[in-house]
């Protein structure tokens, strides 16, 4: 009987847990599409979670410049134009994990970087050493934002 009682209130717990769970919805920017097989983003709740965002031009169908200061500032244009098509800004993003191929790009990175994440930069992770099997990709961007309460 204690048993039965104790799996009733587990069940009535995991439900009342599935009742408060976030709504999940997949997020996309209209003017590009993902370059796979993927989500762009996915809001789980109040936070939006971005797939890596690269230095692809959708108008033109091509990479920016195999520079480190032009595919950071492209990459960073692609992942505000993403984030302002669903209500957010960069300044509603708190966590970045940015790939680098190059180490050596760290400087130049940075430099971009520091200009666009400027009032209140997220906390961040960088990775070098990365390889997508194209030379012509120097930088990925992944996110996650918050969605604020506007006053």
């Known amino acids: 009987m204690r048993t039965g009682a104790l799996k009733a209130t587990g069940l009535a717990a995991a439900l009342a847990a599935c009742a408060t769970a976030p709504s999940v919805s997949l ?4 003017t590009s599409a993902p370059l796979g097989p993927y989500s762009q983003a996915v809001a ?3 936070f939006v979670f971005v797939s890596g965002i690269v230095a692809f031009d959708s ?6 410049a195999p520079e480190i200061g032009a595919q950071t ?3 960073i244009a692609n992942l505000e134009s993403l984030l302002h098509a669903n209500g957010l800004s960069l300044d509603d993003v708190v966590k970045t994990t940015v790939f680098l191929r190059n180490a050596s790009d760290m400087t130049g990175m940075n430099a971009v970087y520091a200009e666009r994440f400027n009032a209140r930069p ?3 992770t960088t990775v070098p050493g990365a390889d997508w099997g194209r030379p012509d990709i120097l930088i990925e961007i992944e996110a996650i934002a918050v969605r604020r309460q506007r006053r």
Do not use: E, N, Q
């Open 27 to 30: 997020l996309r920017d209209p």
């Open 44 to 46: 789980a709740g109040d």
């Open 59 to 64: 108008v033109t169908g091509t990479f920016a």
């Open 73 to 75: 500032t492209r990459a």
């Open 122 to 124: 997220p906390a961040r």
